[in-house]
C-alpha cells in the first residue's frame, strides 16, 4: 500500500512538473485587469451581406513573392508606387508598372501604419513599435517618424507623449475618457521632461487632417515593452478586455503632441471624418479590437466629447480601416472570433487559467476576413471570409483604383497579394 503511495504521488509530482514546463507565466498586470463578465453580440446584418464563397475563390494572386509580412501598404498610384511597412524592419517600395517589390529604407524599429501628406507626396509618416521586448528605444523609440522619399531619409517626429494626469476634468464619453478638441492635455515638444511625459510604448495606426498639420495615432495598450503585431502580448491585451488604449494628437504646425482619448479597450485602425469641404476634422472613426465595434469620437460640433457605437457585434477582431474612392470602409478582420472567444469574454472566470496557456498549444483560427461598410460605418455592404490555405493574419486591406491590395501579418510569410474588388 505504502509503495502504491510513492508511485501515485511521483506520478503526479511528474505530470505537474510536466504541465509547469509548458506554462506561460503572462505579465502581472493581464490577470490584475481582467474585466467582468461580457456578452458580445451577433451582428445578422453581416451575416446578411456574407459572401457563399471562400476569398480564394474571388481571384486573389501574388503579386509579388518576396516582400516579408507587411503591417501596411500605402499607395501613390499617380505615381506608379506603393510602399510597404514590412515585418524586416523595412520599407519596401514597389513599381505598380513592373510589380516588383524592393527594400526602399530601414526604420528604427518594426514599420506600422503610413500615410502620406495630402500636399506633399515625397513626404510619408508612419508609425514604428518594437518587434520584441528588448528591442533598444534609444535613441529613436517607438513613436511617429517621417520618410523623405527622394533622400531617402527617416526623421524622428515623437517618441515621447504627454502623461496622463492623475486628475482630469470630467468627461461625458460613455466607452472611455474623450476629450474634444477644447479640452484636450496638451504639450510642447520643447517642454517635454521626465517629469511630464512617457515614451511611447507602442505605435500602432494613423491618419493625417486633410490639411497636413495634424496627425492622429493609436497606442492600443501602453504596458511597458509593448510590441507590434499579433503575439502573445497582443492576444493577452484582448482576451481581458484591458482598458489601455490612447489616442494622441500631433500638431505638426504648433510643434505639441495631445492627450485625445484614454482607457479605451485596444484601438488600432483610425479614420478621420469632415463636415462638408472643411479641412477640419470632426470626428474620429477608431476600431476597439478587443471589442468587436468601431468607435465615433465627436473632436467638435453639437456633439463634442461624445462617444458612440457606429457597427457593434463584429465577426472578428478588427485591424486596420481604409477607405475607397467611394467612402466606403475597408476594414480587415484579422481573426475570425470563435465560439470560445465569445463564451471566455462570459464567464471571465476562466481567462485567468487561458493565461497560462501557451499559444502554441491554444486552438487559433486561421480564417481571416474583410468587412466593407457604408461611408458613415453604419451598414455591413459585403463580408468576406478566407479559410487560412493561402494566409492567415489579413491585417489591413488597401483599396485602389483597379484592385485592392491584402496585407498579411504572419510570421514566415512571404508575398504581396491583391484580388479584384469583390462588390
Known sequence: ????KLILFFSLAILVAALWSILEVPEKYFPEQIQESVIFPHNSEIDAVKDPEDLSKKGIRLLDGNVPAQDEVLLQEDLGRAFIASMDGSIWILDLKKNQAEPFVRTPLLPGGMVAHPKDPDRIYFCVSRGKKEDPVDPNGPGIYELRVSTKSVRKIATFVPKVPDRLGNTISSYGKFYPNSKQVTL?????NGENSRRVEKADDLAISRDGERIYFTEPYDHPGAILGVSTQS???ALTLGKNGNIWKIDLKAGTVSLVAHKYSYVDGILLEYANNSDQETSILVNELSR???L???LSGDKAGEDEIVIDGLPGFPDGMDRDPSG??????VIERSKLVTWLHAHPFWKHLVLYIPERI??????????ILSPDGKTPLYYGV?????FSSLIVVIPGKERIYLAVYEKDHKGLHIMPYPI
Open 1 to 4: 500500500m505504502q509503495r502504491g
Open 188 to 192: 510642447r515638444f520643447s517642454e517635454m
Open 235 to 237: 492576444r493577452n491585451e
Open 292 to 294: 468587436f465595434r468601431l
Open 296 to 298: 465615433r469620437l465627436y
Open 328 to 333: 466606403r470602409i475597408w476594414i480587415a478582420l
Open 362 to 371: 491554444q486552438p487559433v483560427s486561421r480564417r481571416t476576413a474583410l468587412l
Open 386 to 390: 478566407h479559410n487560412g490555405s493561402l
